[in-house]
């Protein structure tokens, strides 16, 4: 595996992550991270860390959000053998079923989390950003839960695109502001987001979907979803009578996978994660960034983004929207620089026949993008024969409905599987 790092200092950049000194007090994750942001930025970064550290740890706080998972997201999810994938894999197959959680994936975890650290900071109103519109809906069923307004920064592109979402994210009674600058997607969206914040960083609170951005969000997202790999490893324990031997999630911004990763660093597990492939390896054809970009900034973190030879940052294509982004967190960065933690890609082909597979086979209808996951663990299981395989299964399917009902007919190949 390529590491950047020679070994020893590998080992001692793993050490201090398992120990929980990443990110250090400037919010680095070894090289990776940090707070590149305008000065105009930096009072309510400021204002956001102190409250992190006033709040996240504090047993108060960790009691509500703990009893919120509980009894409103309806954690622990469940883990799930799955026979028929294992049979026909020839491997032992978990899944942990993040697409149990409410509002149908995991990224509700880090929207009650932060709404709840929102109230805290006594603020008038949450923002938030979306791209296709689920984290969208997760703010603001979060919001209506703990009782905040909340407005939601979408691209009029993606608004005609997910008009569904749109409509559901009213419903929850937030509102939807139409982005019409820049590209008028999630890039000009999270733009927007920002620019209002400057103009009032006490008064509202600007609800970041994944462990992504300038420091402190890539460590607070973290923190918010551990709980997954936590209950995971404990839930691989008590059912499957150990650990895996290697765990899969996909990776978009990086918070599922972190979720999942986090707890199992310093465990004998391997672990790998699943970008989007897109339609094939050219720059713009994928979202392949782990696998295939170089260092630089990105929306105030230095981090792996897709970029040309001059630094323009890359448009980027897959099939899943929540996979579609052309940067990563910046932990993950560091994870595949010390080579604990590999990444791959899987392509919108390879996806689809896998979400196909398991919905027939598990009746489990996955999320397109989790869909890469399974694609790579599949692929994982043909090479490494009778493997116990854990995939981080993050949201559900449902909302790809429209997605694969425009797909010509497949070939029903796993009927009667
Ligand atoms: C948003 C989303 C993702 C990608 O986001 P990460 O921050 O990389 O986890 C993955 N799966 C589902 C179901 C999503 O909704």
Redesign the pocket.
């Known amino acids: 595996m390529s590491t950047l790092f020679a070994a020893d200092e590998a080992k001692r950049l793993l050490d201090a992550a398992i120990r929980g000194e990443m990110p250090d007090e400037r919010g680095r994750f070894g090289p990776f991270g940090g707070r590149y942001v305008p000065e105009t930025l930096v009072p309510a970064f400021d204002r956001l860390e102190a409250g992190v550290k006033e709040h996240l740890h504090a047993s108060d706080f960790q009691a509500e959000f703990q009893k919120e998972l509980r009894e409103w997201v309806g954690l622990p999810t469940a883990l799930t053998f799955a026979p028929q994938l294992s049979k026909a894999w020839g491997a032992e197959v978990w899944i942990k079923r993040?697409?149990l959680a409410h509002t149908?994936?995991?990224?509700i975890n880090n929207a009650i989390g932060q709404a709840l650290l929102a109230k805290r900071l006594g603020v008038k109103r949450v923002i938030a950003e979306t791209g296709?519109g689920?984290?969208g809906v997760a703010a603001a069923a979060a919001c209506a839960r703990v009782g905040l307004s909340c407005s939601v920064y979408m691209g009029a592109v993606d608004m005609e695109r997910q008009a569904p979402n749109v409509d559901r994210i009213r419903r929850l009674g937030a509102e939807v502001i139409a982005v019409e600058s820049g590209d008028k997607t999630l890039r000009a969206a999270i733009d927007e987001a920002m620019r209002e914040w400057v103009t009032d960083p006490d008064g509202i609170y600007y609800l970041l979907?994944?462990?992504?951005g300038a420091h402190p969000y890539p460590y607070l997202?973290r923190e918010l979803?551990s709980v997954i790999g936590r209950e995971a490893r404990q839930q691989m324990l008590d059912q499957a009578g150990g650990l895996p031997d290697v765990a899969f999630?996909?990776?978009?911004?990086?918070?599922?996978?972190i979720?999942l990763f986090y707890p199992l660093l310093a465990d004998d597990i391997e672990l790998i994660g699943v970008e989007a492939g897109g339609i094939g390896d050219g720059l713009g054809e994928n979202a392949a960034t782990l696998a295939t970009g170089t260092p630089g900034v990105l929306q105030g973190s230095y981090t792996i983004i897709l970029q040309d030879d001059d630094g323009q940052v890359q448009e980027t294509q897959s099939i899943?929207a929540?996979?579609d982004?052309s940067g990563v967190?910046p932990e993950h960065a560091l994870l595949q620089a010390i080579g604990r933690v590999k990444y791959i890609s899987a392509r919108d082909n390879e996806a689809l026949e896998a979400l196909e597979e398991l919905c027939a086979t598990e009746g489990i209808l996955t999320?397109l993008?989790?869909a890469h996951a399974y694609a790579a663990a599949r692929e994982y299981a043909k090479q490494n024969p009778g493997k116990r395989i854990l995939i981080g299964n993050?949201?559900?399917g449902d909302?790809d409905m429209p997605t694969l009902s425009q797909l010509p007919a497949r070939t029903r190949r796993y009927e009667g599987a």
């Open positions: 993040e697409d149908g994936a995991h990224k296709a689920q984290h979907g994944s462990a992504v997202v979803q999630a996909c990776v978009g911004g990086g918070s599922n996978a979720g899943s929540g996979l982004y967190g999320a993008e989790t993050s949201g559900r909302k």
